[in-house]
């Protein structure tokens, strides 16, 4: 698997090492026995549970045997091979490797080798990115951080935050992106909130700050701003360059946004088209940045942030209170009660249901199939009707605190949901199947919005956005997080990278998750549901993850020394997607575009006008909410005329 | 196409009667937060643990006031308030139809007054806080030399009862004295 582990003079010692999980063992038979002859003199060395301070050891010049690492021992703790195999290929590059949590490592490395590390780390040892976190450490080390945070998906699963200091004078780094593709976004926001220069990065726009947005203001620096504080508008007009590449071709733009009826969110999205085709395409989003991590880290305190993570999303929030919590978790070595982690499970996967029923209903509202629709929301109202028994609330809101949840499930309503389970099921099979059979489905989906494995592998997508491409990567089967760890789950994928592929990943999800919520219920285990049997310690940081219906959300949590986060940092599922969409758009047609905007699932948000734009005339028309809803039920005295 | 029309004849109407009739609701739905002015104690517990600041307590020295205050078009409906609360004053109710043609009926206050310390006549805290200790203490055998010397404290403001405590030293030292 590894040439560069094989080939080194390590090889040929075994015996002694502790059980391996058998499924991956055959394929890393190689990196382990150049691991086993290591262990022994380690073992000592490996008992530090979950202390995260204990695993200093790489500033220590005297720690060289320490260096290659045991996958395997009695702590349960994993991802050393990664660590090792680093050190192999670039022998200067790791600083220091810290521990976070039985799955997670921190390895600091030289400034100018975080290029080759990432690359290194992704394409050669099977990571896909998460999340770029910079973090504003002046204070701290006297230095801001960057940390790249790697899913590792192959052998040895784990994750990885790749962690580089920058210096706060020159503030600039070597850019990864150019060797990763993906980190594009993280890199663009680095510069946007902190005022960190990524040097070679390609794409240089403001991602994440609007145009009338100060120069020299960067919100996330500890010293910048007040959260409150909103500084007066420097243009009055848009300069964000939209760019693409006409392929030769003389195109015609067609702007869909900020707010439009089609696209469900605000977002500008910019289609160069040559007739019908899509030539390329362009977008901007955030045009409703909310400033959450700022309040965070300026006025909640610990327990308060779950409540507003619950409202990251609409949709999914559950699952954004959940990566929080265990973040914090994570950095303190909390042992969450057992029944808490299966009820936690458990409202992930309720969830989960009413996510995907409601997005294969507007796959069939974007087909111009509004029956379908209906019907599938019909449905759903079951699965609200579940999360309001199971929390009080229909959109599983306030359920979380540090340490565990704050509602048991009750005998009664054990049996109450189980028979909701039964209702759903069924009512939900008759339309999949009617859905299924009906031709003009499979005439609108099938090779539509083709997400190509390359592009993929490049942008690091999530959910079923990269399950229909065929990388069956899901948080719940690669690193078992809360209740699952009792389930066997299996990541779903379909091979056909197209819209279809991600609807049928969705359904077939659907039905997972109910078979999954019958076995955590029968599993759950007696006992209490929160803990707080624990002290909050400064700059201890860790990440949480979850797998949210449209994939996986990452938190990271540094803690403060005033019962507030020092900082935080969430990523959303549809964070990752984006950037992969202008590929999807591609060759494509006009009348597909909602649709496969639709596709990515992308988190919605409530849009009240809409503005019409004639090509021809080169005029706008901005028709309100209340205009638009009396032309509709009159179809009289038309808005857009005089 | 025929399936879709058997399944729409099938399940016949979906909608509920609401608001023509009541909507059924899950019995441990959360609703509005009642506040029970008299059993509050004025704590300020619900307005520490409260996520979205809904609650909120201001002091009105002038008018010797505290005000205890709730923004129902701020509340998310959590339930922190009725967790932390020590008397049960603040339990969520099952209401859930809370628009209100203005926004300042949105709003929900209670007025305490202020403890003034019997020594220098400062307020120190509110009334129904000290009221509530006292009241603690007199379910302890009232000739009890400590009971009698904690109401006497109880009467007083924190920086008072430092001068006090200091004076009082010697007295201490007899009471351990006895005690050992």
Redesign the interface.
């Known amino acids: 698997m590894d040439t560069q582990i094989s080939d080194s003079k390590l090889v040929g010692a075994d015996a002694g090492m502790a059980s391996l999980g058998d499924a991956q063992a055959a394929q890393r038979s190689e990196v382990r026995s150049a691991m086993t002859r290591q262990s022994d003199v380690q073992a000592a060395a490996f008992q530090y549970g979950m202390q995260p301070e204990a695993f200093q050891y790489g500033m220590q010049p005297a720690a060289a045997p320490k260096d290659a690492c045991a996958s395997f021992n009695e702590a349960g703790n994993v991802g050393e091979s990664h660590i090792f195999a680093l050190r192999q290929k670039y022998p200067s590059a790791v600083l220091a490797v810290s521990r976070q949590s039985h799955d997670q490592l921190t390895v600091t490395v030289k400034r100018e080798f975080l290029p080759e590390s990432v690359e290194f780390l992704y394409y050669v040892r099977g990571g896909w990115l998460s999340v770029v976190v910079g973090n504003d450490e002046r204070p701290i080390t006297g230095n801001y951080s960057v940390n790249y945070v790697l899913s590792m998906e192959e052998a040895d699963k784990c994750f990885i935050i790749v962690r580089t200091e920058v210096d706060a004078d020159t503030l600039e780094f070597p850019s990864v992106t150019p060797k990763v593709p993906a980190c594009v976004w993280g890199e663009r926001e680095l510069r946007d909130m902190f005022g960190l220069r990524p040097i070679g990065l390609p794409d240089e726009r403001r991602l994440v700050l609007p145009d009338d947005w100060p120069n020299d203001l960067y919100p996330l620096r500890k010293d910048s701003m007040d959260y409150r504080y909103r500084p007066p508008m420097t243009t009055q007009t848009e300069n964000y360059e939209f760019v693409h590449d006409d392929q030769g071709k003389e195109t015609t733009v067609v702007p869909i946004g900020p707010m439009h009826i089609t696209s469900d969110e605000p977002g500008h999205f910019r289609l160069f088209v040559e007739g019908e085709d899509i030539i390329d395409a362009d977008y901007r989003l955030f045009y409703v940045h909310r400033g959450m991590e700022k309040v965070a880290e300026s006025r909640l305190n610990y327990d308060n942030v779950t409540f507003l993570t619950d409202r990251i999303c609409g949709i999914c929030g559950y699952a954004h209170s959940v990566a929080y919590a265990t973040s914090v978790e994570n950095a303190l070595g909390i042992q969450v009660p057992e029944r808490a982690q299966i009820i936690r499970a458990l409202c992930l996967e309720v969830e989960r249901l009413h996510s995907h029923l409601l997005n294969i209903g507007l796959v069939c509202h974007f087909c111009g199939f509004d029956t379908g629709f209906y019907q599938f929301f019909r449905v759903r109202e079951t699965s609200m009707e579940l999360a309001e028994l199971l929390t009080g609330s229909r959109k599983t809101y306030g359920l979380n605190l540090i340490g565990g949840v704050r509602r048991d499930v009750l005998g009664e309503q054990g049996k109450a949901i189980k028979s909701a389970i039964v209702k759903l099921r069924k009512d939900t099979q008759v339309l999949i199947d009617a859905l299924i059979a009906t031709p003009n489905f499979a005439g609108r989906t099938a090779g539509v919005g083709i997400l190509d494995r390359k592009v993929a592998r490049d942008y690091s997508p999530v959910g079923p956005t990269v399950r229909g491409s065929g990388y069956a990567r899901d948080t719940r089967a690669d690193h078992p997080f809360v209740g699952y760890k009792h389930l066997k789950v299996e990541a779903r994928s379909y091979p056909g990278c197209d819209i279809q592929s991600r609807a049928l990943v969705r359904i077939d999800e659907f039905f997972d998750s109910l078979d999954m919520i019958e076995q955590l219920l029968d599993i759950a285990a007696v006992g209490p549901v929160l803990t707080t049997d624990f002290n909050y310690q400064p700059h201890q940081y860790a990440i949480g993850f979850t797998e949210a219906p449209r994939g996986e959300d990452v938190h990271y949590s540094m803690l403060g020394d005033n019962q507030k986060l020092y900082r935080w940092r969430c990523k959303a599922a549809t964070y990752s997607n984006w950037p992969v969409l202008r590929a999807m758009l591609k060759g494509n047609t006009i009348a597909d575009a909602p649709l496969i905007v639709g596709s990515i699932d992308p988190c919605y948000s409530c849009t009240d006008r809409v503005t019409v734009v004639d090509v021809k005339k080169r005029s706008q028309k901005t028709v309100a909410y209340d205009q638009l809803e009396r032309y509709c039920a009159t179809r009289k005295h038309s808005p857009l005329k005089g | ?1 025929f ?2 029309i058997k ?2 004849l099938t ?1 016949g109407n ?1 909608t509920v009667k609401y608001p023509f009739a009541p909507l059924e609701l ?1 019995p ?3 609703g509005k937060p009642e506040h029970d002015a008299l059993a509050c104690i004025v704590c300020g517990a619900c307005a520490t ?1 409260c ?2 600041n809904a609650l909120q307590m201001h002091l009105d020295l002038p008018n010797n006031n505290y005000i205890w205050q709730i923004n129902y078009g701020r509340c ?5 308030c009725e ?1 932390v609360c020590p008397v049960k004053a603040i339990e969520l109710t099952q209401e859930f139809e809370l628009a209100v043609m203005s926004k300042d009926d949105m709003l929900e206050t209670a007025t305490y007054s202020l403890q003034r310390c019997a020594l220098c006549n400062k307020q120190y805290a509110p009334s129904k806080e000290i009221d509530y200790l006292n009241s603690l203490l007199d379910s302890f055998a009232q000739n009890d030399e400590e009971v009698q010397r904690a109401k006497e404290q109880l009467s007083i403001c924190p920086q008072c009862r430092r001068i006090a405590e200091s004076a009082n030293v010697k007295f201490i030292c007899e009471q351990l004295e006895r005690r050992a």
């Open positions: 196409m399936e879709w399944e729409s399940v979906a899950i441990d739905s959360r643990a996520p979205p998310i409906f959590c339930g922190r967790e």
